[in-house]
């Protein structure tokens, strides 16, 4: 089944503790992108990926990492969590760009305390 | 800048009304826009995008340059339309800006 997986789906972590959301996609995507959903904001993209060795700053990336090595992994690095962190983190793929649909995996609802 | 603009964050109709749901976006040049859904439990997922101009669940979306608007349709709203909609619009280098989304209530 075509899908994208995000790893975990909760995660409660402490100020400071370096953690990682994973996310693959098994569709051969060359667009991947990190967004987080806050209530009220709605969705904010943090960092983006083109292809393999790839990426770019969304409209909010400060304090986050990310890496594209290989094409179906875009994980996502919190090297310092704070809690205003603290969110429903989705990741997305497509097939070019944004011009085509993207492809959600189920959220990551991180809690930073 | 704002370049999707929802202004309705809750949207409550009664089952069999009619549903519509703003969105007006900045962007100079042609647009794409998207209208994505995300039912309770469920993922995000593609609703319908104006270049395609076929109707989805009942719903439809007109692309209005005159008053950059993409406003969202169905003539009768069911229960199961309940969900957050969000309009979207990708812009500068490969960035896709969505709205703050809609939460729409069906009440029976």
């Known amino acids: 089944e075509a899908q994208v997986t995000q790893n975990p789906r909760y995660l409660i972590t402490v100020t400071g503790k370096k953690l990682t959301v994973t996310c693959s996609q098994n569709?051969?995507?060359?667009?991947m992108s990190w967004y987080r959903q806050d209530p009220g904001l709605g969705l904010r993209q943090i960092y983006y990926?083109?292809?393999?060795?790839?990426?770019d700053k969304g409209d909010v990336p400060e304090g986050y990492k990310v890496s594209r090595k290989e094409k179906r992994n875009f994980p996502l690095i919190l090297e310092s969590p704070s809690p205003n962190q603290t969110s429903l983190y989705f990741c997305?793929?497509?097939?070019?760009?944004?011009?085509?649909?993207?492809?959600f995996g189920n959220g990551t609802r991180l809690t930073v305390t | 800048a704002q370049r999707v603009t929802q202004p309705e964050k809750l949207l409550s109709v009664f089952k069999g009304a009619p549903v519509e749901l703003k969105c007006n976006y900045s962007?100079?040049?042609?647009?794409?826009l998207f209208w994505y859904v995300q039912y309770s439990r469920q993922r995000l997922q593609l609703l319908l995008r104006?270049?395609s101009r076929e109707s989805i669940k009942g719903f439809t979306a007109d692309l209005n340059k005159g008053e950059t608007s993409f406003h969202l349709k169905k003539p009768f709203a069911q229960e199961e339309d309940s969900a957050m909609y969000y309009c979207?619009?990708?812009?500068?280098?490969?960035?896709?800006?969505f709205g703050k989304g809609n939460q729409v209530v069906v009440i029976p």
């Open positions: 997305a793929s497509s097939s070019r760009s944004v011009g085509s649909p993207l492809h």
């Open positions: 569709m051969n995507h060359e667009y």
């Open positions: 990926s083109m292809n393999v060795e790839v990426t």
């Open positions: 962007y100079s040049g042609s647009p794409e």
């Open positions: 104006h270049i």
């Open positions: 979207a619009l990708p812009h500068g280098n490969n960035r896709l800006a």
